[in-house]
């Protein structure tokens, strides 16, 4: 079974915002476009839901009463400025796409982020690992703003978070609003996030169909080309298992289903990107509303993810006002618009940016660099030359070789392009370009596994389009049957998401990691042995505290205080071999002077520690005690 407070609770919970953004988002569809209009209303109620929680809570801070506001005030702007009536909203359900499909799929890809429950076992997927931000949501919750890290280990040196965080305010503001847990909120989110990045993609979809009528037909096949994935298992099992010898050093661009259970953050971001780049290449900018919409998205998409939402968001768009400024001759009339365009997404993301522009950098100099990506065992013009005639197609099959075979039939002039599918194809080449050449230096270095996803999302787009409207019986039965063969790992990664890896015993158990909570204060700064578990859990460091209590820790899984912190150099090491020392009780006078200064004030001890038997530190006061679990005040 699955770990949630109530799971029908969490089931109303989400419909209920997946209708409040139709009720908020609907009439500007309706506003911004005749085709779609239903499809387009979810990610535009997130996206106004999104940007309202982000100026009410960092003007007010965050509370009941905050979050009462932030539900309410979309409301009463969509009302105040769109007028809808009740035969508004019926006439969106009239025209509304397959839903039971991407509900199915949405699930699969948030299965990961339950805890899975058997007796006193527990099975947990990999993608908790990143989904251990959860703690960042408590710590919303819990401290308001400024938005303390809680991933800090000194606090001596400043406890602000510095990172994009939008995704966990949304969160932060559903935990206020519906009483439940940031576990939770962060299930809701998610869910909500591959619902709609699946529903963009239908909104493109009833662009390029718009005089078509295999419409639905086209939905069902984008669905099974979304979840359909990687051949590298496949090709590797032909070579006799050498090809994984070469792509072992690699990071691999991940497909749709593999980024929706891992980072929902930066799928949410990819989504009203992708919109914001549909409506300003194919839409008129002198309409007022067509122009406010796009703020909005542009800025919902920065404040979810930098390197989506900012940086591919930016250079696509680059190449979008090119095309526009040379392909129109009211040149002065384009240069106003962007104008208005620029200043207005600039001054909607004003909240966010402080904790954006002072992110810690790995090396000295900018945040990014041009780098080609490393997608062999080679380097630079082969890398280049590599990622385009072996990564891609392995990585994703159906979307590359579609987009060779249109490109093919385009330079032919076998196929003409209309405007809508050109801005499509411009977003979905932006996308490969900031994957391929444009290289992280911060801590967080995932820019061209996220960067991506525009073109996993848009590039399905096409070639669903194209194989169903331009290919023969024949080309369309290759399709499917390359998308068979990448189905094997996907299929194989959902049963790990549903059911679970391998099943262990947690070291505290789910019941006395609640005792936890509920035993120390709110301001405690928890040390708890990170070293349990680490031969069970994905990475190591003991997953299951920071997402089952909501306390600060002292000290976290080490790639986590890494990313989210200052550069605190060797005093990481230090600390991470002081507390293996603590446990043991082998710390020595140093071990014990650095976990005081990183204030260990609450110390949590289990009967699987060592020193549960043996206790040598004479400066803890015990203010717990039970058969399986005790806690200390540290008061060296």
């Not at 799971?7 to 005749?34: D, E, H, Q």
């Not at 099975?123 to 959860?134: A, M």
């Not at 390197?307 to 526009?324: K, N, P, R, Y």
């Not at 390359?482 to 959902?494: D, K, R, T, V, W």
Request: charged residues 15%; contains cysteine; positive net charge.
């Amino acid at each position: 079974m699955f770990i949630v407070s109530n799971l029908l609770f969490l089931m109303i919970i989400t419909i209920i915002l997946l209708f409040y953004s139709y009720v908020v988002g609907y009439p500007f569809a309706r506003k911004v476009n005749k085709y779609g209009s239903f499809e387009l209303s979810f990610p535009f109620g997130i996206a106004i839901l999104g940007i309202t929680a982000l100026w009410i809570n960092n003007l007010f801070n965050i509370g009941t009463f905050q979050a009462i506001i932030i539900f309410l005030f979309p409301l009463g702007l969509t009302f105040w400025i769109n007028k809808p009536s009740i035969e508004c909203y019926k006439k969106g359900f009239s025209d509304k796409p397959i839903i039971i499909l991407p509900l199915i799929l949405s699930f699969i890809a948030v299965s990961g982020v339950f805890i899975k429950i058997n007796g006193s076992d527990v099975g947990i997927s990999t993608p908790l690992f990143d989904h251990i931000k959860i703690a960042l949501v408590n710590s919303i919750v819990r401290d308001g703003f400024p938005i303390i890290n809680p991933f800090c280990i000194d606090p001596s040196a400043g406890e602000l978070f510095h990172y994009y965080y939008l995704f966990y305010l949304l969160s932060a503001n559903i935990v206020v609003f519906f009483h439940c847990s940031g576990l939770n909120a962060d299930i809701i989110l998610a869910f909500i996030s591959a619902f709609i990045s699946i529903f963009t993609c239908f909104y493109l979809l009833s662009e390029l169909f718009s005089k078509s009528i295999n419409k639905k037909k086209g939905q069902y096949l984008f669905c099974f080309f979304l979840f359909s994935g990687s051949i590298v298992s496949f090709v590797d099992l032909l070579t006799g298992y050498k090809l994984f010898k070469i792509l072992s050093n690699v990071h691999p661009l991940e497909s749709w289903i593999v980024q929706a259970a891992w980072v929902p953050q930066h799928l949410l971001a990819a989504s009203c990107s992708i919109l914001a780049l549909f409506l300003i290449g194919a839409r008129n900018l002198n309409n007022k509303i067509i122009l406010f919409s796009i703020i909005i998205l542009v800025g919902a998409g920065f404040s979810f993810s930098v390197w989506v939402g900012g940086l591919t968001f930016a250079v696509t768009s680059l190449m979008i006002f090119v095309q526009q400024i040379v392909g129109k001759k009211n040149k002065k009339n384009v240069l106003i618009n962007w104008l208005w365009l620029v200043l207005g997404s600039f001054i909607i993301i004003l909240p966010i940016m402080y904790n954006v522009i002072t992110v810690p950098v790995r090396e000295s100099g900018l945040p990014i660099r041009i780098f080609i990506y490393n997608s062999s065992v080679y380097k630079q013009f082969i890398d280049f030359i590599f990622f385009f005639t072996g990564a891609m197609i392995l990585w994703f099959p159906v979307i590359i070789i579609g987009l060779y075979c249109l490109i093919f039939e385009i330079l032919l002039k076998r196929i003409k392009i209309d405007p809508s599918f050109r801005v499509i194809l411009f977003i979905c080449l932006g996308s490969i370009f900031v994957s391929l050449f444009i290289h992280s230096s911060i801590y967080n270095d995932d820019l061209g596994w996220r960067a991506i996803l525009l073109f996993v999302l848009t590039g399905t787009t096409i070639v669903t389009f194209y194989v169903n409207e331009y290919c023969s019986s024949f080309k369309k039965a290759i399709f499917i049957f390359i998308a068979l063969i990448g189905i094997i790992e996907p299929l194989n990664f959902s049963k790990m998401l549903i059911f679970g890896a391998d099943y262990y015993r947690p070291r505290p158990s789910l019941k006395e990691l609640n005792k936890i909570t509920h035993q120390t204060h709110k301001q405690d700064r928890l040390l708890i042995n990170i070293h349990q578990n680490e031969t069970f859990e994905p990475w190591g460091g003991n997953l299951l505290p920071p997402v089952m209590v909501n306390r600060k820790f002292c000290f976290q899984n080490i790639s986590y205080v890494k990313t989210f912190g200052p550069n605190w150099g060797d005093k990481v090491e230090l600390m991470d071999h002081a507390i293996r020392q603590f446990y043991n009780g082998k710390a020595n006078d140093k071990d014990l002077a650095l976990i005081k200064q990183f204030q260990c004030n609450a110390i949590i001890v289990t009967r699987y520690d060592p020193v549960w038997s043996y206790m040598p530190y004479t400066d803890l006061t015990s203010v717990y005690s039970d058969k399986n679990l005790r806690i200390y005040n540290f008061n060296r």
